[in-house]
């Protein structure tokens, strides 16, 4: 079995992709909040539980077409790591979505680290549940009672003419 590991930082804007063998990626970049205004708050004050769940979904995407291209793959495994939480509160760019959460729900750890393997014939149905189980764990470090279950990624319309369907 072949693996694929693809670090994460989340919201990433993917700044370089470097390979190892066997096949094993990364990917590192900026948070998108870090890149975005967003009125009353610095960059670096607030974290978009829609980018992140984009952002785990196409490297899903990724991953599931990357592994394709590989007959004998089997598996991806996934290694996500945010850091530089710390302070950051829930928050969303989209003047239609700023009044999506109430103030207050900051997170007061700087880091987590997720991870999960999931069978590529899987991924194209899956991937909600998949997404649920890599970002779940940040969106408690802000909210420990947010349900981010596999509806709630699905129901955030993470579905654009390329990703509406995975495979």
């Not at 989209?94 to 729900?105: D, E, I, K, V, Y």
Request: hydrophobic residues 40%.
């Amino acid at each position: 079995m072949t693996d694929l590991l693809a670090g994460l930082a989340a919201n990433s804007i993917g700044s370089f992709v470097k390979g190892f063998t066997p096949l094993r990626a990364s990917v590192a970049g900026l948070f998108t909040t870090d890149i975005l205004a967003k009125p009353g708050m610095t960059n670096s004050q607030w974290f978009s539980p829609l980018f992140m769940t984009r952002d785990l979904t196409v490297i899903l995407h990724h991953a599931y077409h990357l592994a394709k291209g590989f007959p004998s793959s089997e598996a991806v495994e996934l290694r996500c790591e945010w850091s530089g939480l710390l302070e950051r509160e829930l928050a969303e760019a989209h003047p239609q979505l700023r009044t999506a959460w109430s103030r207050g729900r900051i997170a007061r750890v700087d880091h987590r680290i997720t991870q999960g393997e999931w069978s590529i014939a899987d991924i194209p149905n899956a991937w909600p549940e998949m997404v649920s189980a890599l970002g779940g764990p940040v969106m408690r470090l802000f909210d420990t009672t947010f349900d981010y279950s596999p509806n709630w990624v699905r129901e955030q319309g993470v579905t654009s003419p390329r990703l509406s369907k995975l495979c």
